[in-house]
């Protein structure tokens, strides 16, 4: 096999990855940021203190489009939108997250991680690292009188 085959095979199989997310997530792509939070069983701890953060910040978080996606154990739940299409299983393979373990991703609207987290994460933190991005400082720009 030449170099450039090499190269041009290693590119796809790199950038593989990236297209399936946006298949994945395409319901979403654009016009909503995912917070995705895995967790292993309804009881985790991690669990209860990521939920207790977005209740707390319901009206902040709906206002800057996020949709939360609760994959718990194998199951899907979804606050702020509509479900993706996808099983919870799919959601895991995708992010290499198996149903034994607690993490939270918030995704922008691209679709690009922003935030990956083994541990809850506030609504502070959640909300200053949407707010940083170009495109919600912009949103907030035109909604300003």
């Known amino acids: 096999m030449s170099i450039t085959k090499l190269l041009i095979s290693s590119l796809f199989l790199a950038l ?7 298949q994945v997530l ?13 967790a292993p069983a ?10 207790a953060a977005i209740n707390g910040a319901r009206t902040a978080i709906s206002d800057r489009d996020v ?10 739940s979804v606050e702020f939108g509509s479900k993706p299409g996808v099983s919870a299983q799919a959601l895991r393979s995708l992010y290499r997250t198996s149903e034994g373990s607690f993490r939270v991703m918030l ?16 609504a502070a933190d959640i909300l200053s690292e949407i707010d940083r991005v170009p495109t919600r400082r912009d949103s907030v720009k035109q909604r300003t009188p």
């Open 67 to 76: 949709v939360v996606l609760y994959i718990v154990g194998s199951s899907l």
């Open 42 to 51: 309804d009881q985790h701890p991690g669990l209860t203190r990521q939920r």
């Open 107 to 122: 995704l922008d609207k691209e679709g690009k991680t922003r935030l990956d987290s083994a541990v809850p994460m506030s």
């Open 16 to 22: 593989m990855p990236s297209v399936v997310q946006a």
């Open 26 to 38: 395409y319901p979403y792509q654009f016009k909503k940021r995912p917070l995705i939070v895995f």
